[in-house]
């Protein structure tokens, strides 16, 4: 079986680098598990601008459902762990 190893410290600095480049004021502010709608208000066209830079830079193709789940850094980091690991096994 293999291993998985994900460094969260440097995914989660590049969620928010992401995130800031949708909503560079918002970004500095936004706490882990915040809700970027509900706690922060970030539009439906920012958060979709959001998910298509996860888009582009992790080559990947994030599904309606699963953007609907991914409404914060920690959740958008517990999807992209889960990601990682249903290519491994």
């Known amino acids: ?6 460094d969260t410290t440097k995914t989660v600095r ?5 995130l800031g ?3 560079p ?4 502010h936004v706490g882990p ?4 709608l509900r706690d922060w208000g970030i539009s439906h066209q920012d958060y979709q601008a959001y998910v ?3 888009e582009q830079h992790f080559n990947i193709h994030i599904q309606d459902q699963d ?11 517990d999807y992209l ?9």
């Open 33 to 36: 598990q915040d809700h970027f």
């Open 52 to 54: 298509h830079l996860l």
């Open 21 to 23: 480049k949708v909503q």
């Open 25 to 28: 004021k918002l970004a500095a």
């Open 67 to 77: 953007r609907k789940q991914m409404q914060s850094i920690q959740r958008t980091l």
């Open 81 to 89: 762990v889960r990601q990682a690991m249903q290519h491994v096994n």
């Open 1 to 6: 079986m293999q291993h998985l190893q994900i």
């Open 14 to 18: 590049l969620l928010y680098h992401l």
